[in-house]
């Protein structure tokens, strides 16, 4: 994802070097380290996308402030940040990015350092869990996703704030900090959300599906009706909640109670795969990337059901 970043900013950069007063040099090295993978911030994502959609919508003053916030990004000094959602620059543009994809009604806050501090210890604990009895997963979890935010929502929320990603921040992970709580729940959400940020790294030259976006059909994890991108998604992360949790159910690592947790999980995701996965195949129109990776979901769910 960073190195095909890259390569677009610097598109955007070429076509900007006679038009706009930039700091090309800093600009420049950005796109080198991109294209060479380096990890950067999820903010890097965003400025970019603001500065394209100011290009095309003729307006040189506004991408140019992008294109210099854009300029100062810095490699990441570590693989994986876990804290609470800031209230600086940072968490005003995580905040504004989050909520526009929201259902109306929901909020972001900052948790209260102790309910901060408990959501770090179990995130710290699924982790240590998940490399113990499902390593793929563990390392695909590290490698994708370089800032957990906690947040929590707001006294007067129409609902309740899960989780969630967005393709704009990729690499960042919010998680209700109030919710998911026991090291079952946590593995679970984080097989879940960081499913969408595979997703997105998988979409960079074609969708998952063609269909139109004003097609709505009803979805596995929503009560609403949804469009086909957005039940693909679900189906799909729901095959492989299913995946992590069976991985909990084999190991000898969990307790009794970890165990009834993760039997009640693994049955619920089976449910949801199965009504997603009957949505999608009735309705879907899947591009070559998007068949592929469904028909091994199905696989999978066949596999485990009848090994």
């Known amino acids: ?151 929590t929502g707001g006294p007067d929320d129409e609902g309740e704030f899960h989780g969630g990603s967005h393709y704009q921040l990729w690499g960042a992970l919010f998680l209700n900090a109030q919710l998911h709580n026991t090291r079952i729940a946590m593995a679970e959400v984080l097989a879940h959300e960081s499913a969408h940020s595979l997703l997105f790294g998988f979409c960079t030259h074609e969708p998952l599906t063609l269909n139109e976006d004003s097609e709505h059909y009803p979805s596995p994890l929503r009560s609403d009706l949804r469009p086909m991108d957005g039940i693909y998604h679900a189906t799909f992360v729901s095959a492989r909640m299913h995946w992590a949790m ?15 947790q993760a039997q009640a999980a693994v049955a619920r995701d089976r449910e949801h795969f199965e009504a997603g996965y009957f949505v999608v195949a009735q309705h879907g129109k899947l591009t070559t990337l998007g068949d592929s990776l469904m028909k091994n979901a199905r696989h999978y769910m066949d596999v485990v059901a009848h090994p």
């Open 1 to 151: 994802m960073h190195a095909e970043l890259g390569r677009s900013v610097r598109l955007v950069v070429d076509a900007c070097r006679d038009r706009l007063a930039l700091d090309y040099d800093a600009l420049d090295t950005l796109c080198s380290t991109l294209e060479a993978g380096v990890t950067h911030p999820p903010t890097t994502f965003a400025f970019y996308y603001d500065a394209v959609t100011a290009l095309l919508e003729e307006d040189e003053a506004r991408a140019a402030r992008f294109l210099d916030a854009l300029a100062q990004q810095q490699p990441l000094s570590s693989t994986q940040e876990v804290g609470a959602l800031d209230n600086g620059s940072r968490g005003q543009c995580y905040r504004e990015r989050m909520t526009a994809e929201m259902s109306t009604g929901l909020s972001l806050h900052t948790p209260d350092p102790d309910t901060t501090r408990n959501f770090i210890d179990c995130y710290r604990a699924a982790m240590d869990l998940l490399r113990q009895t499902a390593r793929p997963l563990a390392d695909e979890i590290q490698s994708i996703v370089h800032d957990v935010i906690a947040v």
């Open 246 to 260: 069976n991985q909990l159910l084999q190991s000898p690592l969990i307790s009794e109670q970890e165990r009834d």
